[in-house]
T-cell receptor, first 114, second 114 residues
Framework: DTGVSQDPRHKITKRGQNVTFRCDPI?????LYWYRQTLGQGPEFLTY????????KSRLLSDRFSAERPKGSFSTLEIQRTEQGDSAMYLC????????????FGPGTRLTVL | DAKTTQPTSMDCAEGRAANLPCNHS???????VYWYRQIHSQGPQYIIH?????ETNEMASLIITEDRKSSTLILPHATLRDTAVYYC???????????????WGLGTSLAVNP
C-alpha cells in the first residue's frame, strides 16, 4: 500500500454512460498525475496537477474527459459518453516537489465499457 | 525524451541475481534513467534512478555505461515477489518549475522461478 487510494477499483458501464473516478493522494504530495493503461502496454500520461492547478493535459485527453482537483487534495477524473475504447486501467500517481523523481501510484480503477 | 529498448521477457532462478538491460542510445546529457516495476494487478512502483554514476538502494543497483547509452538494473537476490514488468524510462530531471512526464515503453516481463 503506497498511501494513494483510488475508488472504485472496478467499474463496468454501458457505452454512452458517464463515469467518475476518485483519487486520494498522500496528504503532503502536491503533484497528482492521471495515467491510462491498456492491456500489455505501459501507462500513458493523461494530465497532472500541481496543487489545484491543472498544468498539462495530453492530447489523449479528449473533450469527453475532464479532471479536477478542488482544494489541491483529492482528484476526480470524469469520462462522459463512454466508448468501448475507453476500457482501460486508470492510474493515479502523486509526488512531492521535494522528491519529484518518485511517483507513488495507486492501485488503479479498471473500467470496462460494454 | 529519449526512447528505450528492453527485452520483452526474461527468466531468473530464485535467489540468483536478475540483470535487466536497457538500451537508450539517444539519451541526452541532461536525461536521467529511471526504473519502475509493475507487479500484476498493481500500480507501478519506483525502484531507482541515476544520471551517470552507478546507484544502489535497498531494492536494486543501477549500472550505467560510461557512454550512457545503456544501463542494467540488478536485483541481487531475486525472489518470487520480484516477478513483474520492469520499465526503463529516460527523461529530463523534473523540478518544481516543469513536468517532464514519464514516457513508458513496453518493459521487460521478468519471471522469477522457484
Amino acid at each position: 500500500d503506497t498511501g494513494v487510494s483510488q475508488d472504485p477499483r472496478h467499474k463496468i458501464t454501458k457505452r454512452g454512460q458517464n463515469v467518475t473516478f476518485r483519487c486520494d493522494p498522500i496528504s503532503e504530495h502536491n503533484r497528482l498525475y492521471w495515467y491510462r493503461q491498456t492491456l500489455g502496454q505501459g501507462p500513458e500520461f493523461l494530465t497532472y496537477f500541481q496543487n489545484e492547478a491543472q498544468l498539462e493535459k495530453s492530447r489523449l485527453l479528449s473533450d469527453r474527459f475532464s479532471a479536477e482537483r478542488p482544494k489541491g487534495s483529492f482528484s476526480t477524473l470524469e469520462i462522459q459518453r463512454t466508448e468501448q475504447g475507453d476500457s482501460a486501467m486508470y492510474l493515479c500517481a502523486t509526488s512531492t516537489t521535494g522528491q519529484l523523481w518518485e511517483q507513488f501510484f495507486g492501485p488503479g480503477t479498471r473500467l470496462t465499457v460494454l | 525524451d529519449a526512447k528505450t529498448t528492453q527485452p520483452t521477457s526474461m527468466d531468473c532462478a530464485e535467489g540468483r541475481a536478475a540483470n535487466l538491460p536497457c538500451n537508450h542510445s539517444t539519451i541526452s546529457g541532461n536525461e536521467y534513467v529511471y526504473w519502475y516495476r509493475q507487479i500484476h494487478s498493481q500500480g507501478p512502483q519506483y525502484i531507482i534512478h541515476g544520471l551517470k554514476n552507478n546507484e544502489t538502494n535497498e531494492m536494486a543497483s543501477l549500472i550505467i555505461t560510461e557512454d550512457r547509452k545503456s544501463s542494467t538494473l540488478i536485483l541481487p537476490h531475486a525472489t518470487l515477489r520480484d516477478t513483474a514488468v520492469y520499465y526503463c524510462i529516460v527523461r529530463d530531471y523534473e523540478n518544481a518549475g516543469n513536468n517532464r512526464k514519464l514516457i513508458w515503453g513496453l518493459g521487460t516481463s521478468l519471471a522469477v522461478n522457484p
